[in-house]
């Protein structure tokens, strides 16, 4: 089992619709990061959290440290917002990072 | 401020070739990573450096791979001979410490 599990693996949905993407995982952390990867490949962190929630445009990313679980929200979802999102933790008391196998989203117009 | 350099962005070689990776990270980054994705699988580390010191090669197939840090700036990643199976993105990352990590663009590697 990956100490590191992402849902849905695949997601598809229409233009204007509400996401959710989400990350369990089975180790203790000190941080959680959702990052976001384009077909070129290139990775764009979107958000570091150790707790609570956090909120930048449209992306909104919550973490419940006692239940091991984040969640990642798309609000008004849009074609660009089609992607692979990545859930990484960083284990407690080191510097390595785990990461998820991702979740690919398809936004269609 | 500029983000991580990669070069080259894409790369196709044949099996038992040697190739090599570049990386640059932002100014003043201390902590440089090298992972390697395979197509459907996250990110897997194969070396992180500190400065020009290894802090983590526990993952980096060292029959084959290797990577160098010289000066605790820009960092090479070399694989020789490759493999069919490395045929992968090689993604390089810095951070100031141990906090967020700022990736590079990668590099597509297909071995044939």
């Known amino acids: 089992k990956n100490e590191v599990e992402q849902s849905p693996q695949n997601l598809t949905a229409q233009e204007g619709e509400f996401i959710t993407i989400n990350c369990s995982y089975s180790v203790g952390i000190s941080a959680l990061h959702w990052l976001q990867q384009h077909p070129g490949g290139g990775i764009v962190s979107l958000f570091m959290?150790?707790?609570g929630k956090k909120k930048h445009g449209r992306l909104i990313a919550t973490i419940n440290i006692q239940e091991k679980h984040s969640s990642l929200h798309i609000t008004a979802s849009h074609p660009r917002d089609s992607a692979v999102y990545i859930c990484?933790?960083?284990?407690?008391?080191?510097?390595?990072?785990?990461f998820g196998t991702g979740t690919r989203l398809k936004v269609l117009a | 401020e500029a983000g991580v350099a990669q070069s080259p962005r894409y790369k196709i070689i044949e099996k038992r070739q040697s190739v090599a990776f570049w990386c640059n990270p932002i100014s003043g980054h201390a902590t440089l990573y090298w992972y390697q994705q395979i197509l459907g699988q996250g990110p897997k580390l194969l070396i992180q450096f500190q400065n020009n010191g290894v802090v983590d090669d526990s993952q980096l197939p060292k029959d084959r791979f290797s990577a160098e840090r010289l000066k605790g700036v820009d960092s090479t990643l070399k694989i020789q001979p490759a493999k069919l199976e490395d045929s992968a993105v090689y993604l390089c990352a810095s951070s100031p410490g141990y906090v967020e990590q700022f990736f590079g663009p990668g590099t597509r590697l297909t071995v044939l």
């Open positions: 959290l150790s707790s």
């Open positions: 990484a933790v960083r284990r407690s008391g080191t510097y390595k990072y785990i």
